[in-house]
Each structure stands twice: as C-alpha cells, then as structure tokens.
C-alpha cells in the first residue's frame, strides 16, 4: 500500500468585511500558510449554521474555523457577538461529545491583520495535524 | 424433541456460533434486552422480549442498494451487495416468528426483494415459546400461540432445562450439530409449561380483545369512522410505533451524495411521518389523522384483504409499551370494531 | 402519592365547562392499564367521569399541545399544568406560538411522577392493577398472589428525582398548594461527564447514541420542538434524513436538536422520558443549560414571558469560544 | 440546470506564476453545469471582459464563474461585465485565486490543486444561484427631527437650507435645549445665547420648518424613506397661532410659585408660563398641575387679561400623524442626578450645586440677574471648590455614577473658574481634578490661561468629603501631588455632573428599532466609518444621544447627520441590496428569534392566513423581512430553528454546496 502523507483538510468561513480582507492582505504581502486551508466567504461570521460546520466534519473536514471582525467592529454592529455566544455552545457541546476541541476554532481577524491570518491558519493547520485525521465526527460514506 | 440442562445453554451457543453468527437477546446497558452478537461472556437475557423485533435481521433499518460513480460526466453502477453469511437468531418469541410470514408476503412475492430473499435464506430462526407474558401481550387476538412458536427450531425453557423441537430442514441440520450437547425426550416434556402458559393468556388484560369487524372488505365501513379524530387527536406523529413494530416495513429509497458517488440506499420509513410518500404534488396523506387511520386501516383491514384475511399485527405489545403517548392498536381496535359493541 | 385527587380536578373541569368559561378539556385519559395513560381532549362531564385519570403516570406535558388545539375551537381549552409544564407553557408564549386567549390553565401541584420501566425493574412483566397508596405503590401481577409494595421514591422517573421546581410559574388558577423552585442536582450527571477523558466521553456518548433509531419521539414529544417544518423533514435542509445512516448522523442529529433548543429548553426531559431506546437525551440539553447559566448567568427558559433566550441575546464582554475550554480546564 | 462559464486569469504571471491556468480550466470544464472553460492572460482587461461577454452570448451562459483576484477587487467589475451581456448580475461568482491561492502558496503542484477545488466550490455556489434584482422603495422628501437642542437646531437647519421640509419635535415648551441654559462658552467665552438664540429665530422663519413643540413621538413604524410617525402634541391650554407671546398672562397669574425648570428650581415661575424670553415659539403654556382654573375651575385670569384671546382651557391633546423620509435623533443629555452622593452634601446645603445650576447663577438672565451669590443666604462666596468628575469615570462605583468620561466638563469648570476669577478677583477658586482632558481646539491653551493668568488653583485629588458646618462648608480632599490632605473652608461647592442620555432615548429607541449601548446613548452604524447612522437604515444620530459632547462637535455632528439626510432625501427612489433575508412563511414558527437578532429592525411579523390541508384554514403569525432595511448579514438565518430564514446570495444550500465541494 501506498503511504500517503497525511494533509489535514480545512475548512476556514470568513467574514466578508474583516476576516476575508485579512487573508487578502495575507495574499498581498505574500504570507504563506498552508493550501489545505480552503476559505468560504460569508457575508458576516452569524451565517455560519452551526450546520455548516458539523457538515465539512461530515464531508471530510479535519478542522473548522471560523473568523470574523473584532468583537465591537462588526460590519453589522453585533453580527459577531452573536457567532461568539453560538460558537461556545457549539464548541463546548462537541467537546462534552468527545470529539477534541482543538478541530474547531473560533478568530476575530480584522482587514489590517493579515499577518495574524496567516499565523492564525498556519497554528491552526499544525495543531490539527498533530490531531491527525477526524475520526470522531466522520462519516466513512464520504471517506471511500 | 431434544434437550439439554439450562447450564449447558453457554456450550450450545458456542457450538451453533461455530458455524454461523450467532444472536441472542442480551441485557445491555440501560436494562433492555436487544439481539447481541454471541461471543463468550454475552448472557442469554431473561426478559420477555427485546425492544427492537428481530425483523431488522432480514430488513435492517438501513441498506446500501447500489452505489453511483461519476467519473467526468460518465456515470457507473456499482452493485455493492456482498454475500450474505449464514446467521442464526436464537430467542424469538412466538409473535415475531409469526411475523415472519407477514413480512415475506410482501417482501418474497413477485417481484421479491432479492436482498431480503438473500438474509432470509442465510437465516435460521430458533424461537421460543413464552413463560411469563406482559400484560401488554395479545398474541392471542390473532391466533399466535406463545407456548407453539413456529420457526426453523422451537425452544422451550423452564427452570433448569431448555427443550428443542426442529420444524425444517434448516432446523433439523442445525439440531445434527447439536446432537453431542443434548439428548432425546418425549414431546409430553413440555406439556406442563404449554398449559400453564394457555392458563396464563386467559387471564391477561387484553385476552378478549379480538379482530371481529376488521378484515379485508372493511374499508368502507371503517374508513370515515369518526372515532378517528378522537383516536389521533394527541397522536405526535413520530414514529416510534412503526420503528419497534415487527411487521411494519415500509421504506424511502434515498441517495446519498457523498462527494465522490452517490450511495443509492433504503431505510425505514414511517406512515407516520409527514413526509411519508412525497411526491411531487406533495403528500397524499397531509393530516395526522390520515396517517395515523393508514397505519391501522393498513394492519387491520388492506392487508389482510391482499393476504387472505392475515392481520399485519401479531400482538407482540411493543407500540403498547413504547409509544410516547400511550395510543395503540388495542386502543384503536376496542374503539372501533367489534370490540366496541 | 400525588396530593391532589382526580375528583379534584374533574370538579374544577366540570364547572368551567358548565360554566361556560371552557369549550374542552386537555387531560389525561384512562387506558388498557392503570399505568397506561394518553392525552386527551374531553367535552363533557360524563366523558371527564368516565374517562379522566390523574395519578402517578400522568407525566405527559400539555403545553405543546396547545399550538395545535387552540386553533380549533373558538372557545377557551382547559389545560392542567404540572409546574414543569408551566414553563414549557411561558416559553410557548414567548415564542407567540399560541393564543393565551384561548387557554384557561389550572396549575395543580405534582410530587413527582413514576417511571413504569423502573416500576417494571423491579415487579416484572404481567402487570395486572397499579395503586397508589401515600408513599407506597401497590403493584398486582399476573403471577403474584399479593400485590408487590414499590417505594414510590424508588421509582420516580428520571426528571423528577431532578425536579427543577414545585412552583408554577404561569396559571389562571391554582388547585393546591403553591411550592417552591427546587435547589435541585440536576447538574451532577452532566459534571460527571465533563470530568471523563474526552476518550471516556466518545465512549459514552457512541454508545448511547448509538442506539437512536431516528423515531423523532424525542422531537415530537418536545415541547419546545414546534416547527412548523423541522429541519429533519426538510428534504431541502441538507440533513434531512429518516435514519440514523451512522454514527455522524446519530451525533448530528443529537447536537442539532439539542442547539435548535438550547436557551429555549426548559428541562422538562419529555425527551428522555419518551425515547423507546432509553437514550439519556437530557444530558444533551442540560450541558447546555449547565454552559449558558456558566458563561452567561443563570437563565431558566420558560420562567417568564418575553425573556430574551440566551442564545438571541448577548454581551459586549461574552466569554470567547477558545476560553471555554480554559475555564473548563482551571476549574477541574 | 445551469449553463456556466468557466473564466480562469493568468494575472499574468500574479496567478500563472504558482497555478498552471490550462489545468484548471481543463478540469472545471467536468464539472457539473459547465459548459464553457477557458483561460486568459488579463480578465479584467477590455478584451479579457469581451471573452466573457462573448461566451455568455454563444454558449447562452446563465452562470459564470471567474477564478481571479478576490472578489473584494474585481467581482464589482465582473458583475458589469455580465449585465452588459445581458446576464443578471448576480448570477456571478469570483473563486479567488490569486490572494487565497497563487499568492500564498509557492508550488505549483499545491497551487493548482487548490485553484481547483476553489473553483469547483465557485462553481457549485453559482450552479445554485438565483437571478437578484434589487428592491426599490420610494423615499417620502420630508425629515423628522427628534430634539430642539443646538443638535436638532443646526441640523434642521442644514436640511432645510437644502431645500427639504422638516419638523422639529420638541418636548419642551420651546426649543433651545441645554445651551439656551448656558452662560458663555468655552473656549472663545462668547455668551451662548448670542449665538443661539439667532439660530433659534431662524429656524422659527424658515420656511421648510415646522417647529412641534410641547409634542412627543409616541409611535414610529415603517422603514428608510417610508417612516409614518405619530405624534403627541400636548395641550398647552393655549392657542399657539394666537398667542403673541406678550406675557401679559404670566404677569396676571396668581399662581407664582412654581418651581422654574429654566433655572433648575432655583426660582419660581407662573403657572401660565413662558421659559424665558427669548423663548421659540413665544407662547404661553399652562402648567396644569399648577393651574387653578384647571384644577378647581377656579381662576380664569389669565383668559380675562389676554386681549389676544388664546387660552383655551378645553384644549385636548393632539395626535399628528405624518410621514417622513428620515429621522434625527438629537435627545441630547442630562447631568446624572446627585442623590447618590451624599459625601458632597448636594441635598444638606443649598450651597453645594452642579454646575449647570452655577451658569444660571452666573447668567445675566438667571435668578440672580448675573450675580455670583451663595444660594443660601445671597452673600458673595469667597471661596469656590470646584470638584470634576462628579459620578464620570466611576467603574470602581457603576450602579452609582457612569463609567464613561462626560467629556465636557474639563473644559466647562476651567471656564467657570476662569470667569469667576475675571469677575471677582477677591474670590478664592479650587478645581479638583482626576485628569485635565483639554483636547480641542484652543482647548488647552485656555485651561493654562485659567490657571497661568487667573490664578485658578487646580488640585490633582479627589474630595472626600464635603460637611456643611455653619456658614461654612468644610471640604475634605487629597492633594495627589503634594501627598497630603487638603481641608477647605468654601463658601460654595460646584460639582461637575456627570451627563447621561436623556431619559426619554430609551422608549424612543425601541420604537425606531435603533440599538443603543448599556449606557442608553445610541449606537452608531460603524463607530469609525458610519458614525452620525444608526444601524437602523434612515435613522440618524445628532449630538450628545451619541456620547458626550461639547457645542463644536455637536454642530458638526449636526452637520454631518443632516448631509446624510440629504443625501437620502435627494434620491426619488431608494435601491437596496438584493442579498437580503427573506422568509419562507410556511416554514415559519414565528418566534420571533430572528426579530431579537436583526439588528436593523427589518423583521416584523403578520398574522396570516393559511389554508390548511383538510381545507380550514389557519391564522398565523409569521416573520416578514423589509428588504429596504435589511443589510444581509445573516443573523436571523441561523437563530431560526426551522430554516425558514434564508439569504439571498448566500443561501444555506449554497453554502453548503461549497463546503461540499471544497470536502470533495
């Protein structure tokens, strides 16, 4: 058998106002972090449905972050506050489910900050490596 | 007719899981019997019967049909059926025995359902004749004997033996295996325990229940009964009856996209359920009490007039103990019907 | 063992309905068994005679009902509020889900409810008569010549050995006595859990919900579980699903229902109570009680009308999602 | 199904350098609903547009999707693009290739892979996507302002200069507000009502005015450009367009002592009043817990000595209703009150005071026509402590002061000592002081002219204590720099209030749906970018309902919200942004939890019938998103439990298709 080097699969949901910007700055100034980080782009980090991130679990995720303005300078005044009190939730019920806390991540990057995007995503990615795979929350249909 | 002392049941099982897997009803963590998997340390549980019928064994709640690759904008059909290994299910009461038939009337008529044709062919059933019925039971209502449970194989278990009587071919092959561990007696042997348990379903709560004005033909009597309403009124419409009932066997096929092929699967449904049999128009049956009045019309009155007056309901009591709210089939049947008058 | 009688409760229905104050009345109605119970509406005195219980069994909680049955008539509907049930009720209103108009709700006091499993545990099958009898339950059998005493403290069902409160926080009127909101445990199991290894918790958690066979009793008994269309039916939802396909979908399914209601739930564990799979499922709800009343203040849904559940509310200095898990960690 | 196009950049070398352009073009043209692939060296360029516009045509495209720079640079221009080919815009998706991809990553190989799975997620977003149009609304060329203060002065003003109507609501018996209170001001020392009261006659002359005053807004509904407003007009007891404002009446009355408002209780007034001279409207008002003919049916002097006949003692309240375009609010502010500071002795000794009351003790239309005297007893005071931060800045104390620093009362303390000083040399001053906070213009240069030419004596420390002790009121304080304890005989204690928002912002907010934030002052759009809007779309914020502020940003600020206003007003019709919520009412519980979370106010709800499957039919109440309000950021999509509440333009299937697609 062919032994594959295991690269973790990232799925990174970023605010259009901040986060987004602060990973095109990360691209202006050419700061590399890992190409397993795929980003999707949300109008505001409250679209994200809790849904949405157990369903990059279920597709093959092995990690999930979520980033958005700083708390206070939301593009939509308290969109964020809102991902903050539901992502805690969230995270915390996963965890009490076993599944190790250090998949999901929460991250208020502003547009200026696209040196901590990087750093961010670049944390990120090596800590879920060192998890390895998803083994707790997937679903082996997707897996084949 | 063979027997063995109930201390050697452990040495039978291990004999019978030789060959095939093996299961028996076994007590799991929350108290409840469920079919477990024998291997050495499962306990054959003592309760009356487990919460999931053994029907799961031949129609499981969920199974892979067939698999869809699409490799650019081809697509391939991949049968991802593998051969069914040989099984033996120990400890099946009378009731679920008896549905059995009711499921293979739908399943193995033309066109039959090669995959249930398949488990049901690799299947041995060892039954077993009940000694201590609940007051849920009413297996009686539809002419099931507990102490005469049909099957591949018949046990009856007392105090300190278990007897074993084969009834096919399969059974008899089975029992050729087990003939080191057990030995010859009469029939008589288990006499004592039939009549004590025929003692036992006259006094049951339910014994009097019986089928009179259900049947094929019924449906136009029975169909705008207005007692409905009443029946269904705090009905949740979950589907908790049909999901622990032996003899329901509706399914949905669904696939399932998974990114790289699509997974072509069925799995139970329930008539129960608001999207029961969507189409496109959206469902034929749109309150709760047209699906609840399907559930039971179809048990008590459209089944049996396809299936030459058989009920789809062997009285096991499952619905009665599990259902949130307390309605059932008993309720339904004393409400309208014969039982009524 | 409960202090209200059945007689009590029939007079109060009977006059609200002769008085004209009420068109029907939501209760409890007799089955098969004396422990075999099912909501019903009733009409009329004699049907209320005939077929009204009230006892140890009566667990069922009402309120959902009432989304549903008050737009059936044109009158007033009685229903009979345990004190449990009572914030189910508030929290129904909160969420403007039915017409307080067309409700008269008669709070009556409850000491607890029996769970016929535990009673079952320890009589057996073949269950012939259920007495209740002060602290004692007198059990008959098929199979016993003298009726089994059950120590009704023995076999209260799960939520009520947990009891949140005694008191009845929405009623027109009260039959009996008005108690108090119990400073109950209600919290251990769920501590007991987060003190496990996350490898522990996995376990646990696999094992349990493994057993889900996606019935929905657990949703459609839930009283805070009143979409119009659940998300689980929704073909177009992207998790819709009738069975448990593996043990992703048994989790899902769990921490979505479970988030769906979480500062909505008012912990009245009818989803516990109804699994047939015997699924601890108010653990799931309560961790999530347990977490907002940490990180948010104490908050009990349900306790008054028009509270801002926790979840559609927040705070400039709300704790971050990465500091749960030191909290978490300082504290243990 | 979708017809797409699939259009890769080269960026020239930006994205061609790391991603190998033909391969990805190769492998999105697999995807499901891709018609057309290709790539080119510049699509943003004339003829990069033109291959879109082509192939849109020819392969009659319904979808596109560019794999370029990030949609932040260009999905603006490629929308254009799209619509001059006839496509909706909408109907565009941008996988960003060049920020997020080429840009980030150095080899090819992994540049490429990710190019693609970027562009398979772009393509399965667009593959769901709908055509959008945004909506339109009709804006009402009329705006309401909310407070007669400088705030609601100058920006009325500002909007009626420009041409649109406006109306001043008012709940005083004249406009004027805190500065009309005002002695002089900081830090040219120019008399307020110098430069106020022309301000005020203005706005009584110009003509796209309507002055509503003794009026409140009891109710607002609708939305940007649609407001209809009601308002209570309360009965003064006298005819307004009648009344000359002669002050024959207040003269007459004979109910002379009440408490006068104008000089903060520090004299008496008439029952039939008006504030003060230079008041606008200059009406009579009758104060009916005062008035005897209102409350006894006895009297009626006031009537027999007005020659213009206005009393009118049946006059009833008025409701107005009317429709406006946009709304100002300019509620202004309030010293806190002063009851919890007992260690001042504000309620022992008349002679502690807050320092609004000592500029109507120094004003030459105040009490005591201009003269500095002690409350008490009428004598000169010769010793003046002056204590700053008066319940601001109090984090360690919040359930009894503020925690936020009032802002203008640095620099209005520094004026009173400085004037006190100017005009009774003899007089004693002390200021003391947490922090100087002096910056503006000509702000600090003032304070060291207070202490340097003046003589002011500024003490970094806080009192303690202020005991009134015969004539004298002992003060107690700490002097941080020299280290020691300070005890003063004063004449008289000036405390500098803290100020709060006005008490009636509350119920006001909740009625426009404006956010307001834990100290009740309005919260702005942006605190940086957007800061004279609420986040409520047509509603903006003057003056101190904001924060604290003094009259220079006030006015500007003032300015500011009314070239917002015109700016909205000028438009016919207002275009929204077609990613808006929308709901799908037969899924909806109507809840309300979408309410609690927008944070535009653009949910509401409707009772509304449906008919049921047995034929019934049902009433219910159900969430309706005003797409003129909305700003799409989503909230409400993920606190409806049902899913009901879905995005436009970032729909949950759409969402989830490219999770999908990037999980692939």
Redesign the interface.
């Given at each position: 058998m062919q032994v594959k080097e295991y690269k973790p699969?990232i799925?990174a949901f970023c605010c259009?106002w901040c986060s987004?910007?602060g990973?095109?700055?990360?691209?202006?100034n050419?700061?590399?972090?890992p190409?397993d980080v795929?980003?999707?782009?949300?109008?505001?980090s409250?679209?994200?449905?809790?849904?949405?991130v157990?369903?990059?679990?279920?597709?093959?995720?092995d990690g999930v972050i979520i980033c958005g303005c700083h708390?206070?300078?939301c593009?939509?005044?308290?969109?964020n506050?809102?991902t903050?009190?539901?992502?805690?939730?969230?995270?915390?019920?996963?965890?009490?489910?076993?599944?190790?806390?250090e998949r999901?991540?929460?991250e208020w990057v502003s547009a200026a900050e696209g040196a901590k995007f990087?750093a961010t995503m670049n944390d990120f990615a090596e800590k879920v490596a060192a998890l390895g795979e998803n083994k707790?929350?997937?679903?082996?249909?997707?897996k084949? | 007719m063979r027997k063995c002392s109930l201390d050697s049941m452990n040495s039978v099982f291990a004999e019978i899981a030789k060959a095939a897997t093996l299961y028996i009803p076994a007590d799991r963590t929350d108290g409840a019997a469920v079919y477990t998997k024998w291997e050495e340390g499962v306990v054959w549980s003592n309760a009356l019967n487990t919460v999931r019928s053994p029907k799961d064994f031949f129609f499981p709640q969920m199974e892979n049909l067939m698999e869809f690759k699409t490799q650019g904008k081809n697509i391939e059909i991949i049968d991802t059926r593998s051969e069914t290994e040989d099984f033996v299910v120990f400890g099946v009461r009378a009731c679920d025995v008896k549905s059995f038939e009711i499921l293979d009337r739908v399943f193995l008529s033309e066109p039959v359902d090669s995959y249930y044709a398949a488990r049901r062919a690799h299947g041995v059933i060892i039954s077993l004749a009940c000694t201590r019925p609940s007051e849920t039971c009413f297996c009686g209502t539809f002419g099931i004997n507990p102490a005469e449970p049909a099957g591949d194989i018949s046990v009856w278990k007392t105090e300190t033996e278990v007897f074993f009587r084969s009834n096919t071919e399969k059974g008899a092959a089975l029992m050729q295996k087990l003939e080191a561990l057990t030995e010859e007696c009469t029939e008589e042997a288990v006499d004592a325990q039939k009549e004590k348990i025929s003692a036992v379903m006259k006094k049951l709560p339910l014994a009097d229940l019986t089928t009179e004005g259900f049947g094929g033909g019924k449906t136009k009597e029975l169909f705008d009964n207005p007692a409905w309403d009443e029946l269904s009124q705090t009905c949740l419409g979950c589907g908790t009856c049909t999901f622990v009932c032996p003899t329901c066997q509706c399914y949905d096929i669904k696939d399932f996209n998974t990114g790289k092929g699509v997974i072509r699967y069925r799995c139970w449904d329930s008539c129960m359920y608001s999207e029961f049999t969507r189409m496109a128009h959206g469902n034929n049956r749109n309150s709760q009490k047209e699906r609840f009045r399907q559930r039971f019309m179809h048990k008590l009155v459209y089944y049996p007039e396809n299936n030459d007056g058989l009920f789809s309901c062997v009285g096991c009591g499952r619905c009665l103990a599990k259902c949130p709210i307390s309605m059932n089939i008993v309720k339904v049947m004393k409400k309208i019907g014969g039982n009524n008058k | 063992m409960q202090k209200i009688t059945r007689e009590q409760l029939i007079d109060k229905a009977v006059s609200l309905l002769e008085n004209g104050t009420v068109e029907a009345v939501l209760g409890w109605g007799k089955g098969e068994f004396d422990y075999d119970v099912t909501p019903a509406v009733f009409k009329t005195a004699d049907e209320l005679k005939a077929g009204f219980v009230w006892n140890d069994f009566c667990g069922a909680n009402f309120s959902k009902y009432l989304v549903a049955k008050t737009g059936k008539i044109e009158g007033k509907i009685l229903v009979f509020l345990k004190p449990c049930d009572t914030y189910s009720f508030n929290q129904l209103l909160t969420e403007h889900r039915f017409d307080r108009e067309k409700v008269y709700a008669v709070g009556i006091p409850c000491e607890g409810m029996a769970d016929i499993a535990k009673v079952k545990a320890v009589c057996g099958e073949g269950i012939s008569a259920i007495n209740c009898d002060g602290e004692k339950i007198a059990v008959t059998t098929l199979y016993d010549d003298e009726p089994v005493m059950v120590d009704a403290k023995d076999v209260l069902a799960e939520r009520c050995v947990n009891c949140k409160s005694k008191k009845h926080v929405a009623y027109d009127e009260l039959l009996g006595e008005e108690g108090e909101v119990v400073d109950s445990a209600r919290f251990d199991e769920v501590a007991k859990i987060e003190a496990m290894t996350p490898d522990e918790r996995f376990a646990f958690w696999q094992n349990e919900l493994s057993r889900c066979i996606r019935c929905n009793a657990c949703r459609d008994a839930c009283p805070a579980c009143t979409c119009e269309k659940c998300v689980f039916d929704n073909p177009n939802s992207g998790v819709e699903n009738k069975a448990p396909a593996n043990s992703f979908e048994e989790k899902m399914f769990h921490i979505i229902r479970a988030f769906h209601v979480a500062g909505r739930c008012t912990d009245c564990g009818e989803c516990s109570r109804v699994c047939p799979q015997n699924i601890p499922l108010h653990l799931l709800n309560r961790k999530f009680i347990k977490d907002i009343n940490e990180f948010y203040g104490e908050y009990q849904a349900g306790a008054e009308v028009g509270s801002r559940a926790p979840l559609v509310d927040y705070t400039t200095g709300d704790i971050e999602p990465g500091e749960v898990f030191d909290r978490r960690d300082k504290n243990a | 199904m979708q017809r797409v196009g699939v259009f890769v950049c080269w960026c020239g070398s930006n994205i061609a350098g790391t991603v190998d352009v033909q391969a990805v073009s190769e492998a999105l043209k697999n995807e499901p609903g891709v018609v057309f692939s290709t790539n080119y060296q510049y699509m943003c360029s004339q003829a990069g547009q033109d291959i879109i516009k082509d192939a849109i045509a020819e392969h009659k495209l319904t979808g596109i999707v560019v794999c370029s720079c990030s949609p932040r640079m260009h999905e603006a221009t490629f929308r254009k693009t799209a619509a001059a080919a006839g496509l909706n815009p909408y109907m565009v998706e941008i996988a960003n290739i060049r920020e997020q991809c080429s840009w980030v990553h150095k080899d090819m190989l992994t540049g490429t892979e990710k190019a693609i799975i970027l562009g398979k997620a772009a393509v399965a977003k667009v593959n769901l996507n709908a055509p959008l149009t945004p909506g339109e609304s009709p804006v009402t060329k009329r705006a309401l302002v909310i407070g007669g203060g400088i705030a609601g002065i100058q920006t009325a003003l500002d909007i009626a200069d420009a041409g649109f109507p406006v109306d001043i609501v008012e709940k005083k018996p004249t406009i004027g507000g805190k500065m009309a209170q005002l002695d002089k001001t900081f830090p040219t020392l120019d008399c307020a009502a110098c430069i106020l009261t022309p301000k005020m006659v203005d706005v009584a002359q110009n003509e796209n005015i309507r002055i509503f005053s003794y009026s409140e807004v009891t109710e607002v509904k609708g939305f940007v450009g649609n407001f209809d407003v009601t308002i209570k007009k309360h009965a003064r007891f006298v005819k307004e367009d009648i009344c000359t404002g002669c002050g024959a009446c207040t003269e007459k009355c004979p109910m002379k002592k009440v408490p006068n408002e104008f000089n903060l209780g520090m004299d008496n007034r008439s029952a039939i009043y008006i504030p003060f001279a230079q008041a606008v409207p200059k009406v009579a008002t009758i104060d009916p817990n005062y008035c005897n003919m209102l409350k006894k049916g006895k009297c009626g002097l006031c009537a027999k000595v007005c020659a213009a006949g206005a009393i009118d003692y049946t006059q009833k309240d008025e409701y107005i209703s009317e429709k406006y375009g946009a709304i100002v609010v300019a509620t202004g502010f309030n010293p806190i009150s002063m009851d919890k500071f007992d260690e001042f002795a504000y309620n022992q000794s008349k002679d502690v005071i807050t320092s609004l009351e000592f500029e109507r003790l120094t004003n030459a239309a105040g009490p005591t026509a201009g003269k500095l005297v002690r409350p008490s007893d009428g004598k000169h005071p010769h010793t003046i402590v002056f204590v700053q931060c008066v319940g601001s800045r109090c984090s360690a104390c919040a359930e009894k002061g503020k925690e936020y620093c009032s802002k203008i009362c640095c620099m209005y303390t520094a004026k009173h000592a400085m004037l006190t000083r100017d005009k009774y040399p003899d007089t004693e001053v002390y200021v003391f002081y947490i922090d100087v906070r002096t910056p503006g213009k000509n702000f600090d240069e003032f304070y060291r002219r207070a202490v340097e030419e003046y003589g002011v004596n500024y003490i970094k420390g806080m009192v303690g204590k202020v005991t009134p002790e015969g004539d004298k009121l002992k003060v107690q304080a700490s002097d941080l720099i020299a280290n020691k304890q300070l005890h003063i005989d004063a004449d008289l204690v000036v405390l500098a209030a803290a100020i709060e928002p006005d008490k009636s912002a509350r119920p006001l907010a909740t009625m426009l749906t404006a956010s307001m934030d834990t100290n009740d002052f309005f919260t702005e759009a942006h605190p940086k970018l957007r800061p004279v809007e609420s986040p409520t779309a047509g509603v903006f914020l003057s003056g101190a309902c904001q924060g604290p502020k003094d009259i220079p940003e006030t006015v500007s600020q003032a300015g500011a919200a009314a070239s917002k206003v015109i700016g909205l007003l000028a438009k016919d019709k207002l275009t929204g942004n077609p990613c808006v919520a929308h709901s799908n009412e037969l899924m909806c519980n109507g809840c309300s939890s979408c309410e609690r979370v927008c944070p535009y106010g653009a949910i509401s709800y409707e009772d509304k019938e449906f008919r049921m499957p047995d034929r019934t039919t049902k009433i219910r109440r159900v969430a309706v998103v005003n797409p003129a309000v909305c700003q799409g950021c989503g909230a409400c999509t993920v606190a409806c439990p049902s899913g009901a509440m879905d995005l436009k333009g970032f729909a949950s299937a759409q969402i989830i298709a490219e999770v999908d697609a990037i999980c692939k």
């Open positions: 699969l799925v259009n987004y910007a990973a095109d700055l990360a691209g202006n050419r700061l590399a972090y190409a795929k980003i999707i782009r949300v109008p505001c409250c679209r994200v449905n809790p849904m949405f157990l369903r990059a679990f279920q597709r093959g995720a708390p206070g300078d593009h939509y005044t308290s969109g506050y809102y903050r009190r539901r992502m805690a939730a969230l995270f915390s019920m996963l965890d009490y489910l076993g599944i190790e806390k999901t991540r929460v990087a707790r929350l997937e679903d082996l249909r997707c084949k | - | - | -």
